[in-house]
């Protein structure tokens, strides 16, 4: 089993800056890649951001230029740090996993952190 354990959500006024970490422990062999997603309230979860074990990035649109994802492997951790944040950015933000063992993967999320933007 794996565990991720995100932190560093909370309350800002919009035009600041959070950072958030998630860090991975339990049974790892190889992590392949991280990332966030988020949920905004009556909305679906959706991609934020990820990125591979080479260190291959991908971002949604709507944070292009804003936030910026990054992992330090040898602490199995991954950070999103997001700048000029907006109202619209207000969600509960999920941690990603996808564990590689020989011939099998598997994917886990973490229990989520809020992020709340105010006008």
């Known amino acids: 089993q794996v565990q991720l354990v995100e932190s560093g959500g909370g309350l800002v006024q919009a035009g600041g800056s959070l950072r958030l970490s998630c860090a991975a422990s339990g049974n790892i062999f190889s992590i392949d890649v991280m990332g966030w997603y988020r949920r905004a309230p009556g909305k679906q979860r959706d991609l934020v951001a990820t990125i591979t074990k080479g260190d291959s990035t991908d971002y949604a649109d709507s944070v292009k230029g804003r936030f910026t994802i990054s992992r330090d492997s040898a602490k199995n951790t991954v950070y999103l740090q997001m700048n000029s944040l907006a109202p619209e950015d207000t969600a509960v933000y999920y941690c990603?996993?996808?564990?590689?063992?020989?011939?099998?993967?598997?994917?886990?999320w973490g229990q989520g952190t809020q992020v709340t933007v105010s006008s």
């Open positions: 990603y996993a996808r564990v590689v063992r020989p011939g099998e993967f598997f994917d886990y």
